[in-house]
């Protein structure tokens, strides 16, 4: 019987997560913060390979919502620290970046609390189902399950606010449209 060692079981693993985990970062940050903090994870994917559970899919977009989490920070605290630099030696132009329109799904999801959002971004854009969800906000399965039941209420219910969907025209009952 052959034993693995745990570069061969690393480099299985890495495997099997680099893609959803890269897709996953890609739908939440910049390419560069997607690829420092997926190198990140597979840092930890390595220190802790030994800990590594069956589904390690899960196990690492939970790891790697977590260095987000931290880069996120790092680039909060640098702003305030641009902002006060700024203040005292201001730029001679300063480019007005706007933000683009983000449709109206990204809208509605930004309209829900945060811990909801990501439960609907782990469930719609990386196809997690619950048990995976669960795994990786590091919360139970049956509190994923209420999560996401009220946040698709909450998204269902903010469609229905909006009259400017696109393909939908709302008709009253007895009218004609």
Known sequence: ME???????????MREVVEPVRRYL???????????????????????IDDLPDDAIAWSIGVARLQLAN?????????R??????????????ADHADSDTGYIRDAIAKLRPA???VVRLSAWDGLDLEQIATALGISVNAATIRLHRARKKLRDEFGKSSALPGHTAVKEGEHA
């Open 3 to 13: 034993t693995v060692t745990n570069a061969q079981r690393f480099e299985l693993a």
């Open 26 to 48: 890609a739908r939440r940050t910049d390419a560069a913060t997607a690829d420092d903090v997926l190198s990140e994870t597979l840092v930890v994917l390595w220190r802790r």
């Open 71 to 79: 880069a996120e920070r790092a680039q909060r605290r640098q702003r």
């Open 81 to 94: 620290l641009f902002a006060r630099i700024a203040t005292i030696d201001p730029p001679r132009s300063v």
């Open 116 to 118: 909801e959002a990501e």
